[in-house]
Nanobody
């Protein structure tokens, strides 16, 4: 059974850090591009980052550049999203999803196939 599970969300103070994990079962993440998205209440889901399968090149939304880092650990079949300097505008449910490539429209939901159930990130003092 193909399954993707996100974890690592939680409550953090502004300026703090979290590392989200995207783990797969039933298939190998290494063969897929992986995207991270987020959705805040009342807002559309937005693309945060994408990492390719070929050379691990990355893409980031302007709102998170310099603060978030996406990476892979193929031995653990996991993709991570390291989030530093978290801001009050970052809280959302964060999702990971699979795609063929991180193309020019990597930030569009329709580029992705399998999705996880999400993990909640809350930023509050």
């Amino acid at each position: 059974q193909v399954q993707i599970v996100e974890s690592g969300g939680g409550l953090v103070q502004p300026g703090g850090s979290l590392r989200l994990s995207c783990a797969a079962s039933g298939f190998t993440l290494h063969y897929y591009a992986i995207g991270w998205f987020r959705q805040a209440p009342g807002k559309e889901r937005e693309g945060v980052s994408c990492i390719t399968s070929s050379d691990d090149s990355t893409n980031y939304a302007d709102s998170v550049k310099g603060r978030f880092t996406i990476s892979r650990d193929n031995a653990k079949n996991t993709v991570y999203l390291q989030m530093n300097s978290l801001k009050p505008e970052d809280p959302a449910v964060y999702y990971c999803a699979t795609a063929g490539i991180c193309g020019t429209t990597w930030y569009r939901e329709y580029e992705y196939d399998y999705w996880g159930q999400g993990t909640q990130v809350t930023v509050s003092s």
